[in-house]
């Protein structure tokens, strides 16, 4: 459920919860692969602890410039976090994290076309029409300003 909200927080149309959906889904998916690998390497002690903090740091890094690879980061910090939690981390226990971030993304997307049905071509006609409306009336303020004429 927690995967489904995100996909909908912050996005106002299909297309852009489409693109959130996907980013999230690919994410989640190589960020379980490469910390799976990584975790089965590593033992817990100070370096797991270490990259769970280069983890952390990486995900807000990457917060504001792709969600694919702060899903990414995540993930891995979860697969250290099983690691050291469960003492040690199994295929099945990570093929159900991504898994259950599928499921969630689906519901999320099945949420946006059917709940909330706002098209990227409704949403950019809308804006368009704003846009021009405030751009009329500062056009008028500026031959206003400028004329010093009633119009």
Do not use: N
């Not at 999230?24 to 390497?41: D, E, I, N, P, Q």
């Not at 071509?121 to 021009?132: C, F, G, H, L, N």
């Amino acid at each position: 459920m927690l995967a489904g909200y995100l996909v909908l927080l912050g996005t106002e149309t299909i297309g852009s919860t489409f693109v959130k959906a996907v980013q999230r889904s690919v994410g989640t998916l190589l960020g379980a692969a490469v910390g799976f690998v990584v975790a089965s390497f590593v033992s817990p002690g100070i370096l797991e602890v270490t990259l769970l903090f280069i983890c952390v740091l990486m995900a807000f890094y990457f917060f504001p410039i792709t969600y694919s690879f702060m899903s990414f980061w995540i993930t891995m910090l979860l697969a250290f976090m099983y690691d050291m939690l469960l003492g040690g981390i199994s295929e099945s226990l990570l093929l159900a994290r991504v898994l259950d971030t599928v499921v969630g993304v689906g519901i999320g997307l099945a949420v946006s076309a059917l709940v909330f049905p706002k098209r990227t071509r409704d949403k950019i006609t809308d804006t368009s029409v704003e846009y021009v409306a405030a751009l009329k009336e500062f056009v008028y303020i500026v031959l206003r300003s400028s004329t010093h004429l009633p119009i």
